[in-house]
Protein backbone atom coordinates (compact mmCIF):
# COMPACT_ATOMS: atom_id res chain seq x y z
CA UNK A 1 0.00 0.00 0.00
CA UNK A 2 1.45 2.96 -1.52
CA UNK A 3 1.29 6.53 1.18
CA UNK A 4 -0.77 7.90 -0.74
CA UNK A 5 -3.39 4.95 -0.03
CA UNK A 6 -3.65 5.82 3.23
CA UNK A 7 -6.27 7.85 3.31
CA UNK A 8 -8.89 5.38 1.88
CA UNK A 9 -8.08 3.32 4.92
CA UNK A 10 -7.88 5.67 7.11
CA UNK A 11 -9.65 7.63 10.05
CA UNK A 12 -11.70 10.56 9.64
CA UNK A 13 -8.81 13.08 11.04
CA UNK A 14 -6.25 11.85 8.22
CA UNK A 15 -3.64 14.40 7.22
CA UNK A 16 -3.47 16.98 5.08
CA UNK A 17 -2.08 16.82 1.25
CA UNK A 18 0.80 18.70 2.59
CA UNK A 19 1.42 15.65 5.05
CA UNK A 20 1.60 13.14 2.17
CA UNK A 21 4.63 15.59 0.24
CA UNK A 22 6.12 15.85 3.86
CA UNK A 23 6.35 12.06 4.16
CA UNK A 24 6.86 11.23 1.07
CA UNK A 25 10.11 13.12 1.09
CA UNK A 26 11.18 12.07 4.28
CA UNK A 27 10.41 8.34 3.15
CA UNK A 28 12.99 8.85 0.09
CA UNK A 29 15.15 9.92 2.16
CA UNK A 30 15.70 7.95 4.72
CA UNK A 31 13.96 5.14 4.68
CA UNK A 32 16.70 2.77 3.16
CA UNK A 33 18.29 3.86 6.76
CA UNK A 34 15.76 3.07 8.68
CA UNK A 35 15.27 -0.33 7.07
CA UNK A 36 19.25 -1.16 8.13
CA UNK A 37 18.77 -0.11 11.71
CA UNK A 38 15.48 -2.46 12.04
CA UNK A 39 17.36 -5.13 10.01
CA UNK A 40 20.10 -5.39 12.98
CA UNK A 41 17.22 -5.08 15.42
CA UNK A 42 15.16 -7.67 13.95
CA UNK A 43 17.47 -9.77 12.16
CA UNK A 44 15.16 -10.11 8.77
CA UNK A 45 14.91 -7.65 6.41
CA UNK A 46 10.87 -8.52 5.59
CA UNK A 47 10.33 -7.76 9.11
CA UNK A 48 12.43 -4.77 9.49
CA UNK A 49 10.65 -3.16 6.04
CA UNK A 50 7.11 -3.95 7.63
CA UNK A 51 8.60 -2.01 10.83
CA UNK A 52 9.66 1.18 9.01
CA UNK A 53 6.33 1.27 7.07
CA UNK A 54 4.37 1.07 10.22
CA UNK A 55 6.38 3.97 11.64
CA UNK A 56 6.13 5.94 8.23
CA UNK A 57 1.80 5.35 8.66
CA UNK A 58 2.34 6.34 12.29
CA UNK A 59 3.48 9.57 11.03
CA UNK A 60 1.25 10.53 8.60
CA UNK A 61 -1.40 9.62 10.74
CA UNK A 62 -0.24 11.97 13.64
CA UNK A 63 1.04 14.58 11.08
CA UNK A 64 -1.49 17.02 11.77
CA UNK A 65 -0.74 16.78 15.45
CA UNK A 66 3.08 16.97 15.57
CA UNK A 67 4.20 19.65 17.37
CA UNK A 68 7.12 20.62 15.38
CA UNK A 69 7.11 19.19 12.18
CA UNK A 70 10.71 19.27 11.66
CA UNK A 71 11.79 16.56 14.58
CA UNK A 72 9.89 13.95 12.37
CA UNK A 73 12.77 12.00 11.57
CA UNK A 74 13.64 11.81 15.05
CA UNK A 75 10.63 10.62 15.56
CA UNK A 76 10.61 8.03 13.05
CA UNK A 77 13.50 6.60 13.91
CA UNK A 78 12.08 6.23 17.56
CA UNK A 79 9.02 4.69 16.18
CA UNK A 80 11.35 2.43 14.23
CA UNK A 81 13.06 1.73 17.30
CA UNK A 82 9.79 1.02 19.62
CA UNK A 83 8.28 -1.23 16.67
CA UNK A 84 11.20 -3.57 17.15
CA UNK A 85 11.03 -3.95 20.46
CA UNK A 86 7.23 -4.52 20.29
CA UNK A 87 8.10 -7.13 17.30
CA UNK A 88 10.99 -9.28 19.62
CA UNK A 89 8.08 -9.09 22.18
CA UNK A 90 5.61 -10.54 20.55
CA UNK A 91 8.26 -13.19 18.96
CA UNK A 92 8.15 -14.12 22.63
CA UNK A 93 12.16 -14.05 22.69
CA UNK A 94 14.77 -11.30 24.11
CA UNK A 95 16.50 -9.24 22.35
CA UNK A 96 19.48 -11.18 23.15
CA UNK A 97 18.32 -13.85 20.76
CA UNK A 98 20.31 -15.04 18.17
CA UNK A 99 19.15 -15.09 14.21
CA UNK A 100 21.32 -15.31 11.08
CA UNK A 101 20.19 -12.30 8.94
CA UNK A 102 19.11 -13.65 5.49
CA UNK A 103 21.20 -13.38 2.01
CA UNK A 104 18.52 -11.89 0.34
CA UNK A 105 20.53 -8.28 -1.42
CA UNK A 106 23.72 -6.89 -2.21
CA UNK A 107 24.08 -5.63 1.26
CA UNK A 108 23.12 -9.06 3.02
CA UNK A 109 25.26 -10.60 1.44
CA UNK A 110 27.99 -8.61 2.66
CA UNK A 111 27.02 -8.91 6.23
CA UNK A 112 26.80 -12.63 5.60
CA UNK A 113 30.76 -12.63 5.09
CA UNK A 114 32.01 -14.30 8.50
CA UNK A 115 32.89 -11.16 10.37
CA UNK A 116 29.98 -9.47 9.32
CA UNK A 117 27.85 -12.33 10.61
CA UNK A 118 30.14 -12.67 14.02
CA UNK A 119 30.11 -8.98 14.87
CA UNK A 120 25.76 -8.85 14.30
CA UNK A 121 25.71 -12.01 16.69
CA UNK A 122 27.34 -10.26 19.07
CA UNK A 123 25.80 -7.02 18.82
CA UNK A 124 21.98 -8.81 19.22
CA UNK A 125 23.06 -10.08 22.54
CA UNK A 126 24.10 -7.24 23.90
CA UNK A 127 21.38 -5.59 26.17
CA UNK A 128 19.01 -3.65 24.08
CA UNK A 129 20.10 -0.24 25.25
CA UNK A 130 23.56 -0.92 24.33
CA UNK A 131 22.46 -1.98 21.18
CA UNK A 132 20.20 0.32 20.39
CA UNK A 133 23.31 3.15 21.47
CA UNK A 134 25.77 1.31 19.52
CA UNK A 135 23.54 0.83 15.98
CA UNK A 136 22.51 5.04 16.46
CA UNK A 137 25.72 6.03 17.06
CA UNK A 138 27.85 3.66 14.92
CA UNK A 139 26.15 2.55 11.72
CA UNK A 140 23.57 5.66 11.53
CA UNK A 141 26.38 8.00 12.34
CA UNK A 142 24.64 9.80 15.28
CA UNK A 143 25.79 12.13 17.48
CA UNK A 144 25.65 12.03 20.90
CA UNK A 145 22.78 14.50 21.27
CA UNK A 146 20.56 12.72 18.30
CA UNK A 147 21.03 9.33 19.87
CA UNK A 148 19.46 10.72 23.49
CA UNK A 149 16.98 12.68 21.81
CA UNK A 150 15.68 9.35 19.99
CA UNK A 151 16.41 7.13 23.06
CA UNK A 152 14.96 9.66 25.63
CA UNK A 153 18.07 9.73 27.71
CA UNK A 154 20.64 11.69 28.84
CA UNK A 155 23.64 12.60 26.91
CA UNK A 156 25.59 10.89 29.92
CA UNK A 157 23.64 7.50 29.42
CA UNK A 158 24.19 7.59 25.85
CA UNK A 159 28.19 8.05 26.55
CA UNK A 160 28.13 5.16 29.31
CA UNK A 161 25.95 2.49 26.88
CA UNK A 162 28.32 2.99 24.02
CA UNK A 163 31.36 2.57 26.73
CA UNK A 164 29.70 -0.59 28.41
CA UNK A 165 28.73 -1.82 24.36
CA UNK A 166 31.93 -1.65 22.85
CA UNK A 167 33.65 -3.15 25.84
CA UNK A 168 31.19 -6.16 25.61
CA UNK A 169 31.56 -6.36 22.20
CA UNK A 170 35.44 -6.52 22.20
CA UNK A 171 35.44 -9.01 24.41
CA UNK A 172 32.59 -11.06 22.68
CA UNK A 173 34.86 -10.75 19.95
CA UNK A 174 38.46 -11.41 21.45
CA UNK A 175 39.87 -8.33 21.43
CA UNK A 176 41.16 -6.86 23.62
CA UNK A 177 38.80 -3.93 25.99
Not at 87 to 94: H, N, P
Not at 151 to 170: D, F, I, K, P, Y
Request: aromatic residues 4%.
Amino acid sequence: MSLLNFREHDSPDIAEPSAERAVTQLYEAHALDLVRLALVMVGDRQTAEDVVQDSFLGLYRRWGRLKDPGKALTYLRSSVLNNCRSVLRRRGRSLLGTRDVPAASAESRVLDLEQGKEILEALRRLPHRQRETLVLRFVLDMSEEETARILRVSRGTVRSNTSRGRTALERMLGENP
